[in-house]
């Protein structure tokens, strides 16, 4: 049989994107943060530099995945999402971009706003300012059922709405994230370094799923690293699992379960729930590196990466990549929950 060797670049070209995002964005050395914790040497690509909305992971996924929108004529996007959502903040800014408009099923009830403005600041302000329609629904556990019942009820109403999944994750989304390898591979080569991990906060799975699967073409030495923020370890993983053999499909590249790493242990209490730890990593990225991590997302990966080398992970001699998802905004509607 022969062996498919096309590289990563190639077979993400069959795929075309609207061309929405900031790309690449920067891959940059945490020299301060590295000499606190005494190694391994700490990168950091800045997936908060994606441009529009303040920018972040979500909108690699939207590159892709509106295409698919446009390209059937949809005039309304829907997604959904909680009070503080980044996915739902960057799904807003990138309707009112492409002048469509904007449906978010807005969960409530998945935990208990932690500050008086939470409701009101931060990502929900944003939402509204860039124009998004708010429909406020019960959290149910099912992340994606109010969005299609959203979705059935426009339709119903006559408009031609597309479905954005709950933080843009699919297949497709995961396919669009496998470009974060094809840029984090070759600015690596030009920094003289190979990364022995990337490690990120992992949660409604699309972003790890896209990073195992490209990670397989461009860098198979390289150790995908997801932190569960989720409070549901085996959940998120099964997500991964999922989205990385639907994207490993549509790329033709082989797809190594083993190769799915979540750990557990770093949450807190509850998603959206910051604890010290997370306040802890939170300070350090800000005072040390001027990077403002949120409580919900990014401070919890953080935190758990620092967790992994305060117990040994890597040699003082590796290189390990954080990846800042973005989520800044968020910073704002906890502020009072966060003792800073």
């Not at 900031?22 to 301060?32: A, G, H, I, N, V």
């Not at 978010?104 to 990502?123: F, I, Q």
């Not at 990364?195 to 198979?220: E, F, K």
């Not at 990966?301 to 001699?317: C, E, F, M, N, T």
Request: a neutral charge.
């Amino acid at each position: 049989m022969q062996v498919d060797r096309r590289p990563l670049l190639d077979r993400l070209a069959v795929f075309p994107r609207l061309g929405l995002a900031t790309l690449p964005t920067p891959l940059e050395p945490m020299k301060r943060l590295t000499a606190h914790l005494g190694g391994p040497r700490l990168w950091v690509k800045r997936e908060d530099a994606t441009g529009l909305g303040f920018g972040g992971n979500k909108l690699r996924k939207l590159d892709y995945v509106l295409h698919e929108a446009i390209s059937r004529g949809a005039d309304t996007i829907v997604s959904g999402g909680v009070v503080q959502s980044n996915s739902q903040r960057q799904v807003a800014a990138v309707a009112a971009r492409l002048g469509l408009a904007c449906h978010l099923a807005v969960y409530h009830g998945r935990l208990e706003p932690p500050t008086p403005e939470y409701k009101t600041s931060g990502n929900a302000f944003l939402n509204r300012l860039f124009g998004a329609h708010l429909h406020d629904v019960p959290w149910t556990g099912d992340r994606n059922a109010a969005i299609r019942a959203l979705v059935d009820d426009l339709k119903g109403k006559g408009s031609k709405p597309y479905f954005v999944p709950y933080g843009v994750s699919n297949a497709l989304g995961a396919v669009a994230y496998a470009t974060t390898i094809a840029e984090i591979e070759p600015q690596a080569a030009r920094l003289g370094f190979r990364p022995a991990a990337i490690v990120h906060c992992t949660g409604s799975a699309g972003t790890q799923a896209g990073l195992v699967v490209g990670a397989a073409v461009a860098m198979p030495d390289t150790r995908i690293v997801g932190i569960d923020i989720d409070a549901e370890p085996a959940r998120v993983r099964a997500d991964v699992v999922a989205f990385a053999k639907e994207a490993s499909d549509l790329l033709d590249v082989p797809f190594d379960e083993a190769s799915v790493e979540v750990v557990a242990g770093h949450a807190g209490p509850a998603y959206g729930v910051p604890h010290e730890a997370t306040i802890e990593a939170i300070r350090l990225a800000g005072r040390l590196e001027a990077l403002p991590l949120d409580p919900v997302y990014s401070g919890k990966g953080l935190a758990g990466l620092i967790a992994l080398i305060r117990q040994g992970r890597w040699r003082k001699d590796e290189d390990v990549v954080f990846l800042y998802t973005g989520g800044a905004p968020a910073l704002f509607a906890y502020q009072s929950a966060l003792g800073i």
